[in-house]
T-cell receptor, first 116, second 115 residues
Framework: GNSVTQMEGPVTLSEEAFLTINCTYT??????LFWYVQYPGEGLQLLLK?????DKGSNKGFEATYRKETTSFHLEKGSVQVSDSAVYFC???????????????FGQGTILTVHP | DSGVTQTPKHLITATGQRVTLRCSPRSGDLSVYWYQQSLDQGLQFLIQYYNGEERAKGNILERFSAQQFPDLHSELNLSSLELGDSALYFC??????????????FGNGTRLTVT
C-alpha cells in the first residue's frame, strides 16, 4: 500500500535558519507529491506540489524536489520566519492499475516552531 | 479562506450518541472528501464523493456514513459514538474528480469530543 514517512519533530529553529523536513514515500503507480501546511486553528493549505519525477515545487520560499530514485520529497527553506511556525504534512496521491485514487495519504506531520 | 465551510466548529456529545457533521464545498467543486485527524492515527482519509456518488473509501468505520446532496453539500454521520472517535474531522473539496491534478481545499474542521 501507499505510505509516507516524515522526519519526527518537533523542529525548533531560530529566525533566518535553514529548514529541512525529510519525507520519503512508498507508492504503487505514479504518485503526485504534496506538502500541506496547517496553521493553528485552521485547515490544511496546499504549500507546493510536484506531479512527476524531477519536478520541483516551490512557493513562499519553500522548495521540494520529487526524487524518484530515492523516493523522497524533502521540504527546504533557506531562511525561516516566525510566521512559518505551523505543522507541515507531506502527502501523496497515487494511481495504480489504471484506476485513479483521489485520496491523499499523509505523513504524520512535523511541528515547526520558529523563535525570533 | 479556502471557501470550504464546515459546521459546527465544535461538538461535544456522549458515548453512544449520533452526530451529523456538515460541509459545503468551494463553489464549483464537485468532489468532497472527509478526513479524520486524531493524535494516535494522524490524518486519515475516510471517504470521497463526486457529484453525489461515492468515489473512494478509506478507513471509514461501519458506524460512520456519509452522503453528498444534489446541491453538493455533504454530511458525515457518526453513530454509536465511542471515546476513540474524538478527533478533528476535516472536509475538503476539489474540482478534479481524481484529486490528482488539482489541490484539495480544506475547511477548518469540526472538533468532536466524545465524553
Amino acid at each position: 500500500g501507499n505510505s509516507v514517512t516524515q522526519m519526527e519533530g518537533p523542529v525548533t529553529l531560530s529566525e533566518e535558519a535553514f529548514l529541512t523536513i525529510n519525507c520519503t514515500y512508498t507508492a504503487t503507480g505514479y504518485p503526485s507529491l504534496f506538502w500541506y501546511v496547517q496553521y493553528p486553528g485552521e485547515g490544511l493549505q496546499l504549500l507546493l506540489k510536484a506531479t512527476k519525477a524531477d519536478d520541483k515545487g516551490s512557493n513562499k520560499g519553500f522548495e521540494a524536489t520529487y526524487r524518484k530514485e530515492t523516493t523522497s520529497f524533502h521540504l527546504e527553506k533557506g531562511s525561516v520566519q516566525v510566521s512559518d511556525s505551523a505543522v507541515y504534512f507531506c502527502a501523496l496521491t497515487a494511481t495504480a492499475g489504471g484506476t485513479s485514487y483521489g485520496k491523499l495519504t499523509f505523513g504524520q506531520g512535523t511541528i515547526l516552531t520558529v523563535h525570533p | 479562506d479556502s471557501g470550504v465551510t464546515q459546521t459546527p466548529k465544535h461538538l461535544i456529545t456522549a458515548t453512544g450518541q449520533r452526530v451529523t457533521l456538515r460541509c459545503s464545498p468551494r463553489s464549483g467543486d464537485l468532489s468532497v472528501y472527509w478526513y479524520q485527524q486524531s493524535l494516535d492515527q494522524g490524518l486519515q482519509f475516510l471517504i470521497q464523493y463526486y457529484n453525489g456518488e461515492e468515489r473512494a473509501k478509506g478507513n471509514i468505520l461501519e458506524r460512520f456514513s456519509a452522503q453528498q446532496f444534489p446541491d453538493l453539500h455533504s454530511e458525515l454521520n457518526l453513530s454509536s459514538l465511542e471515546l476513540g472517535d474524538s478527533a478533528l474531522y476535516f472536509c475538503a473539496s476539489s474540482e478534479d474528480p481524481h484529486g490528482r491534478n488539482s489541490p484539495l481545499h480544506f475547511g477548518n474542521g469540526t472538533r468532536l469530543t466524545v465524553t
